[in-house]
């Protein structure tokens, strides 16, 4: 049975930062594009920053500077250092896996990628 269990969310103040963890089990994510998304109530889902399996990584603007993901393949884990951190990141973090080919265009849909944590909660206050 695949999962994927994220940690390391919680309540911070403005300018803080977080570190989220995501580990795998039930197989092996070294070919897989692993991902971080976050959903914040009423709105949808969207991407906040990628890893493919060649280490090329990708992130949302929103985020850019300020977060950093990372990925051991011998521990099967995906993480992304959060600094900065602003009222609007508050949100549910994911983490999710593909085994696909993706571009710096599609790793951004949620829709691609087959398996999903579920999820930990980020909030950011004034």
């Known amino acids: 049975q695949v999962q994927l269990v994220e940690s390391g969310g919680g309540l911070v103040h403005s300018g803080d930062s977080l570190r989220l963890s995501c580990a795998a089990s039930?197989?092996?994510?070294?070919?897989?594009?692993l991902a971080w998304f976050r959903q914040a109530p009423g709105k949808e889902r969207e991407f906040v920053a990628g890893i493919r399996w060649t280490y090329g990584t990708y992130y949302a603007d929103s985020v850019k500077g300020r977060f950093t993901i990372s990925r051991d393949n011998a521990k099967n884990t995906v993480d992304v250092q959060m600094n900065s951190l602003k009222p609007e990141d508050t949100a549910v973090y994911y983490c999710?896996?593909?085994?696909?080919?993706?571009?710096?265009?599609?790793?951004?849909?949620?829709?691609?990628?087959?398996?999903w944590g579920q999820g930990t909660q980020v909030t950011v206050s004034a």
């Open positions: 039930g197989r092996t994510f070294s070919r897989h594009n």
């Open positions: 999710a896996a593909n085994p696909g080919d993706l571009t710096g265009t599609t790793m951004t849909l949620p829709r691609l990628y087959d398996y």
